[in-house]
């Protein structure tokens, strides 16, 4: 326990060690003047437009999941799974390394009456068809922008999501395998109840994703998914039209796909720094200025940040009860 303490601290001090080097090199890019001028441009019947899209595009992400539940096989309604998804999306905007993810797949699902395996099947799919999609819409982008010199660092992120999506879909494929499925039988000749608990959810792992790799389910996923990242691109096409910056929507695909993928590196709760960074990069690549490349970070990063805090919020504090379980429960695991 002591080891994985602390890993923790380090990972945290890592998130933030890469959070003050993009404030850094952000810091550098500042001037006031520009954002002043930046600010005072700003059309703000755009905002009202962007946010009614990320309004959908989170309609849309929570029916996503009510449907992968669905497939395999949970008894639950779309709206049931609003509050939990909305809360675990607030999570994620105030702790660090994505925590709500892991609430949501591991905690929720015993409030939800559906096995905790459910969640983390659910959870899988959906970064599987969320790396296909952001990974699709750079392919678009950079094809529209034939010329476009990409920064080094956001080749890399882009190298980084590559070879998450491939572990992802390898995981998700290897427990197909009737190999993998003798190694999770051969846990029932162990006695441990931690074994016997690991064979358990394996095998109803490897259940969930034999249903959920279907031609079917996964084309539905897919369809789904790109419409989550297609309206919340809306998002950044209207905040950019707002500043003046006149992008095709083949320019907001490639500028969502950047930044969205700048949130796959660990930092503080938030995204604070990274995504900020690549907002600034991004419009630079789009013809924008220093200037407006931080006007747009901010006002991008609070449309995306303080609507979804909110909107979770009041769902935690409707299952105050259920994370008081939660944190008893998990206190007792760490023992």
Same mark, same amino acid.
């Given at each position: 326990?002591?080891?994985?303490?602390?890993?923790?601290?380090?990972?945290?001090?890592?998130?933030?060690?890469?959070?003050?080097?993009?404030?850094?090199?952000?810091?550098?890019?500042?001037?006031?003047?520009?954002?002043?001028?930046?600010?005072?441009?700003?059309?703000?019947?755009?905002?009202?437009?962007?946010?009614?899209?990320?309004?959908?595009?989170?309609?849309?992400?929570?029916?996503?999941?009510?449907?992968?539940?669905?497939?395999?096989?949970?008894?639950?309604?779309?709206?049931?799974?609003?509050?939990?998804?909305?809360?675990?999306?607030?999570?994620?905007?105030?702790?660090?390394?994505?925590?709500?993810?892991?609430?949501?797949?591991?905690?929720?699902?015993?409030?939800?009456?559906?096995?905790?395996?459910?969640?983390? &099947? @659910?959870?899988?799919?959906?970064?599987?068809? !969320? +790396?296909? $999609?952001?990974?699709?819409?750079? #392919?678009? *982008?950079?094809?529209?922008?034939?010329?476009?010199?990409?920064?080094?660092?956001?080749?890399?992120?882009?190298?980084?999501?590559?070879?998450?999506?491939?572990?992802?879909?390898?995981?998700?494929?290897?427990?197909?395998?009737?190999?993998?499925?003798?190694?999770?039988?051969?846990?029932?000749?162990?006695?441990?109840?931690?074994?016997?608990?690991?064979?358990?959810?394996?095998?109803?792992?490897?259940?969930?994703?034999?249903?959920?790799?279907?031609?079917?389910?996964?084309?539905?996923?897919?369809?789904?998914?790109?419409?989550?990242?297609?309206?919340?691109?809306?998002?950044?096409?209207?905040?950019?039209?707002?500043?003046?910056?006149?992008?095709?929507?083949?320019?907001?695909?490639?500028?969502?796909?950047?930044?969205?993928?700048?949130?796959?590196?660990? &930092? @503080?709760?938030?995204?604070?720094?990274?995504? !900020? +960074?690549? $907002?600034?990069?991004?419009?630079? #690549?789009? *013809?924008?200025?220093?200037?407006?490349?931080?006007?747009?970070?901010?006002?991008?990063?609070?449309?995306?940040?303080?609507?979804?805090?909110?909107?979770?919020?009041?769902?935690?504090?409707?299952?105050?009860?259920?994370?008081?379980?939660?944190?008893?429960?998990?206190?007792?695991?760490?023992?």
């Amino acid at each position: 326990m002591k080891f994985l303490k602390n890993r923790k601290v380090i990972q945290l001090w890592i998130g933030f060690l890469v959070t003050l080097l993009c404030f850094y090199a952000i810091s550098r890019q500042i001037r006031i003047r520009e954002v002043q001028l930046a600010f005072q441009s700003f059309n703000y019947i755009y905002l009202l437009y962007g946010v009614a899209f990320l309004t959908l595009d989170y309609i849309i992400r929570i029916y996503r999941w009510s449907y992968i539940l669905r497939a395999i096989g949970a008894q639950i309604t779309t709206k049931a799974c609003a509050g939990p998804f909305m809360g675990s999306i607030a999570l994620n905007n105030l702790l660090p390394f994505r925590a709500g993810d892991g609430i949501r797949a591991f905690f929720y699902p015993k409030k939800m009456k559906i096995d905790r395996s459910m969640g983390v &099947s @659910s959870l899988v799919m959906e970064k599987i068809s !969320d +790396l296909s $999609v952001l990974g699709l819409m750079l #392919l678009v *982008g950079v094809v529209e922008f034939k010329g476009l010199r990409l920064p080094r660092s956001l080749i890399n992120s882009t190298w980084f999501l590559i070879v998450i999506l491939l572990l992802f879909s390898v995981f998700a494929i290897a427990t197909q395998s009737s190999f993998i499925a003798s190694i999770i039988a051969s846990f029932w000749v162990f006695k441990s109840a931690s074994l016997v608990r690991i064979r358990k959810y394996l095998a109803r792992f490897q259940k969930d994703m034999a249903v959920l790799l279907k031609f079917k389910p996964l084309f539905s996923i897919f369809l789904i998914s790109s419409a989550v990242w297609i309206t919340e691109s809306f998002l950044g096409y209207f905040i950019l039209r707002g500043f003046g910056l006149l992008v095709s929507p083949a320019g907001a695909l490639l500028f969502m796909s950047l930044v969205s993928i700048s949130t796959l590196v660990p &930092s @503080s709760p938030g995204y604070v720094g990274p995504f !900020d +960074l690549a $907002v600034i990069t991004s419009v630079g #690549l789009l *013809g924008g200025t220093a200037g407006q490349g931080i006007s747009v970070a901010i006002v991008l990063h609070l449309s995306l940040w303080f609507p979804t805090t909110v909107a979770g919020a009041f769902a935690i504090l409707k299952d105050a009860p259920f994370f008081r379980e939660a944190r008893i429960e998990l206190q007792s695991a760490k023992r």
